[in-house]
């Protein structure tokens, strides 16, 4: 099965930008399958973020941000703000006939 | 206004049997893709089932294939995960999640609404 790989952990200050990495392979993000985002506040269901590697569902804010190049995907964060703290998961092709999800990455506003 | 709730969750004996269920309003059901998706304690997200709009396809992940049953009534609009043979490892919330269309094709698959979840316990 397909793996995603997430760092566990970034931080930023306030009004800065982070990024985070989802790093997969050929079998998945490398082979041009789409990788999309969620983000999991505290306590709380996960959302979508970004779907089709780059596109915001209506509501999400624009400092919220997908690329993708080779085998890999990031998700930037500009403008930071303490509510965007929480966690960030990326997902994709996993495989067979399953999706999977990266290990998630805690973002940390300093 | 989209709404998917889950219940059914619990504490389990491990061997033991659950089905969770999902109530949904806002959509048209039918024309949709759902899925469940797990967290245990602590943990990330994992993909556990998938189902058809019409309900005639279904996928599972290799963790819960053999003891699991996905299944969907669209004229009560709602999703249900049947679990069996549950073991500790099978602990966690459970979440009822909206794919964007009516296939599940894992190549481009997302979802783009959650419930809320439903805590599954398995303990004795």
């Known amino acids: 099965q397909s793996m995603l790989t997430q760092p566990p952990s970034v931080s930023g200050a306030p009004g800065q930008r982070v990024t985070i990495s989802c790093t997969g392979s050929?079998?998945?993000?490398?082979?041009?399958?789409?990788v999309h985002w969620y983000q999991q506040l505290p306590g709380t269901a996960p959302k979508l973020l970004i779907y089709?590697?780059?596109s915001r569902p209506s509501g999400v804010p624009d400092r919220f941000s997908g690329s993708r190049s080779g085998t890999s995907a990031s998700l930037a964060i500009t403008g930071l703000q303490a509510e965007d703290e929480a966690h960030y998961y990326c997902?994709?092709?996993?495989?067979?006939?399953?999706?999977?999800f990266g290990g998630g990455t805690e973002l940390t506003v300093l | 206004e989209v709404r998917l709730v889950e219940s059914g969750g619990g504490l389990v004996q491990p061997g033991g049997s659950l089905r969770l269920s999902c109530a949904v309003s806002?959509?048209?059901?039918?024309?949709?893709?759902m899925s469940w998706v797990r967290q245990a304690p602590g943990k990330g997200l994992q993909w556990v089932s998938s189902i058809s709009g019409s309900g005639d396809r279904t996928y599972f992940a290799d963790s819960v294939k053999g003891r699991c049953t996905i299944s969907r009534d669209n004229s009560k609009n709602t999703l249900y995960l049947q679990m069996n043979s549950l073991s500790a490892e099978d602990s966690a919330i459970y979440y009822c999640?909206?794919?964007?269309?009516?296939?599940?094709?894992?190549?481009?698959?997302?979802?783009?609404?959650w419930g809320k979840g439903s805590t599954v316990t398995v303990s004795s």
């Open positions: 089709a590697s780059n």
């Open positions: 997902q994709s092709y996993g495989g067979g006939l399953s999706v999977v």
């Open positions: 999640a909206k794919g964007f269309g009516e296939t599940y094709s894992p190549y481009f698959y997302y979802m783009d609404v």
């Open positions: 806002g959509f048209t059901f039918r024309s949709y893709a």
């Open positions: 050929n079998s998945n993000i490398g082979a041009g399958y789409d």
